[in-house]
């Protein structure tokens, strides 16, 4: 691999990519030029041996090409954001990528069935338990992939965020880090916040969210900031404790108890940075430290911005609410 920086290896943390992507593209031969297909896939892991299964129709380009060579390479991808960094003039796109080489198999039978039962199904939440039309199954094709090459890279953000850990880390490299918050912040928190008052799709107001919300916070150790290389605090967010949310009929009751992360706020300077994102992730790593079992969010219906930060966790929405005065998502995760 040419960026030897960016390859992932071990096993396990490609396996972390592979979990977070939905297409794998099929490269097939097709005479002088390849055969390109995108599908959705699922997969299973028996001793360190990855298997990719995708389905289709017993018929077209694909199954004859197959048919005939039953090999293909892969590509899966996960994009992240496109990370626009000021103080080195570069514009990047930040993803993860698995790539790799099969042989192909046409499961037949009960290999087809349970391929589909504790595989294909089994890989999202929302068809696990479905009820699907058996009677398809025989105009089906399910192809098995035995991977036999696989690598991975990943574009990553790792020298500007650190999180910071009890035990303390090494943060002299780092351009920001995370931390939870003190009362000798509350001043900069609350300065933060009044600097998204009048930012399209903002809620807040000279109220909310005051000193109130921010004491409440601190209270219950709840605050997290991040904070650049002079200490000054550039975003933050909270575990909020609000009922109003707690009794939305939305959240699912095998994911409970679920925390709520809100209250983010980046300083505007730095916003469309991945800021908000590296937030995200450390509030749900306190979650999940906490005893939650998911996250909740809610999300303005019209903020793109936003709606386009929570898009790289690849969160479901689950419902759909009003809360003061504006239409609102309900995303729902386990931790």
């Known amino acids: 691999m040419r960026r030897k920086d960016r390859e992932v290896t071990g096993f396990s ?5 592979v979990e977070q992507c939905e297409i794998v593209r099929l490269g097939l031969s097709d005479g002088d030029y390849p055969y390109i297909v995108p599908m959705n896939f699922a997969y299973e892991v028996k001793e360190e041996q990855l298997y990719l299964y995708v ?6 380009r694909r199954y004859e090409l197959l048919t005939q ?3 293909c390479s892969f590509e899966m991808d996960k994009p992240l954001y496109m990370d626009c960094i000021t103080e080195m003039k570069n514009v990047t796109m930040r993803y993860l990528s698995v790539m790799g080489k099969a042989t192909v198999t046409f499961l037949e039978g009960e290999d087809k069935k349970r391929a589909v039962d504790e595989v294909i199904m089994a890989r999202h939440e929302e068809t696990k338990h479905f009820a699907y039309n058996e009677s ?8 098995k992939l035995t991977v036999t090459e696989i690598s991975a890279k990943a574009n990553l953000d790792t020298e500007r965020f650190v999180h910071k850990e009890e035990q303390g880390v090494d943060c002299h490299r780092a351009q920001y880090r995370i931390e939870q918050a003190d009362v000798t912040d509350k001043e900069k928190v609350l300065a933060l916040y009044q600097m998204q008052l009048g930012r399209e799709y903002c809620a807040w107001d000279d109220h909310y969210p005051g000193m109130k919300e921010i004491e409440f916070d601190l209270a219950r150790d709840a605050l997290f900031v ?20 707690k009794k939305l009929t939305c959240w699912r009751d095998d994911l409970q108890p679920g925390g709520e992360l809100a209250r983010l706020a980046v300083h505007p300077s730095l916003q469309n940075k991945g800021m908000a994102r590296e937030m995200l992730k450390y509030g749900m790593q ?6 939650y079992q998911s996250v909740h969010f809610l999300v303005n219906k019209e903020n793109k911005k936003a709606l386009r930060s929570y898009a790289v966790f ?6 759909e609410c009003e809360m003061f005065g504006q239409p609102f998502f309900c995303y729902e995760s386990k931790l």
């Open 314 to 319: 690849q969160f479901p929405v689950v419902g």
């Open 13 to 17: 943390e490609i396996m972390k990519i």
């Open 136 to 143: 398809a199954l025989p105009r089906t094709a399910v192809l």
């Open 55 to 60: 389905h289709g129709a017993m018929a077209g």
């Open 286 to 291: 306190e979650l999940k430290k906490r005893g």
């Open 69 to 71: 060579n039953p090999v």
């Open 226 to 245: 991040m904070k650049d290389e002079n200490g000054e605090i550039v975003a933050s967010i909270s575990i909020d404790e609000d009922e109003a949310v």
